[in-house]
């Protein structure tokens, strides 16, 4: 079925796509259907469940939220709000602005609150800002400069996840 050659035409001996006889443009069939019982292993976002800004994105605007369902691992910058079940601020990550989610993990750079149910501070991290927590971890070498609360009541760390509870602006309506 493949054999070495000096034609350099990968098309040549492969089937015409329907309709290319006719002068049609090519369809593209239908991606196969798993017949083995099993999911597909590029289901919905939020089945997959993680999100990831990296290294060369900057997110930039004003009164901007990021919202995740699931993990979310931060290596480039924010300048807004981010909310999710996990946050993960990686080494080169940074966010300037307010940080919500059941766990947080600062690895990178955060200025703005951190509430979170659990809080991890590395040892390469930088905090500017206070923080309203159940549990807190500081490893040996973060660097903090804010206050620190536990909270007294869940709903005050409790991320807000629902999208449609969300004010929509004017901008984005068209």
């Given at each position: 079925?493949f054999s070495r050659?000096?034609?350099?035409?990968p098309?040549?001996?492969?089937?015409?796509?329907?309709?290319a006889a006719n002068?049609l443009?090519p369809t593209?069939?239908?991606a196969?259907?798993?017949t083995?019982?099993?999911?597909?292993?590029?289901?919905a976002?939020?089945v997959i469940g993680?999100?990831?800004?990296?290294?060369?994105?900057t997110?930039?605007?004003?009164?901007?939220?990021?919202?995740?369902?699931n993990?979310l691992q931060?290596?480039?910058?924010?300048?807004g709000?981010v909310?999710?079940?996990?946050?993960?601020?990686?080494?080169?990550g940074?966010?300037i602005g307010t940080?919500?989610?059941?766990?947080?993990e600062?690895r990178?750079?955060?200025?703005g609150?951190?509430?979170?149910?659990?809080?991890?501070?590395?040892?390469t991290?930088?905090?500017?800002?206070?923080?309203f927590?159940q549990?807190?971890?500081?490893?040996e070498g973060?660097?903090?400069d804010?206050?620190?609360?536990?909270?007294?009541?869940?709903?005050?760390?409790?991320p807000?996840?629902?999208?449609?509870s969300?004010?929509v602006?004017s901008?984005q309506?068209?």
């Open positions: 079925m050659g000096s034609n350099s035409d098309a040549i001996g492969l089937p015409k796509p329907p309709g002068g443009p593209i069939p239908s196969p259907v798993a083995n019982g099993r999911a597909s292993p590029f289901g976002a939020s993680q999100s990831v800004i990296g290294t060369d994105l997110i930039l605007g004003e009164k901007i939220t990021i919202i995740s369902q993990r931060i290596d480039g910058d924010v300048r709000d909310t999710g079940k996990q946050v993960v601020i990686g080494e080169e940074s966010i940080v919500c989610a059941e766990q947080i600062v990178g750079g955060v200025r609150a951190i509430k979170a149910q659990n809080v991890m501070l590395h040892p991290s930088v905090v500017e800002g206070d923080i927590h549990t807190l971890s500081i490893s973060a660097q903090f804010g206050r620190v609360r536990r909270a007294k009541d869940i709903s005050e760390i409790t807000n996840l629902d999208v449609n969300y004010p602006s901008s309506t068209g």
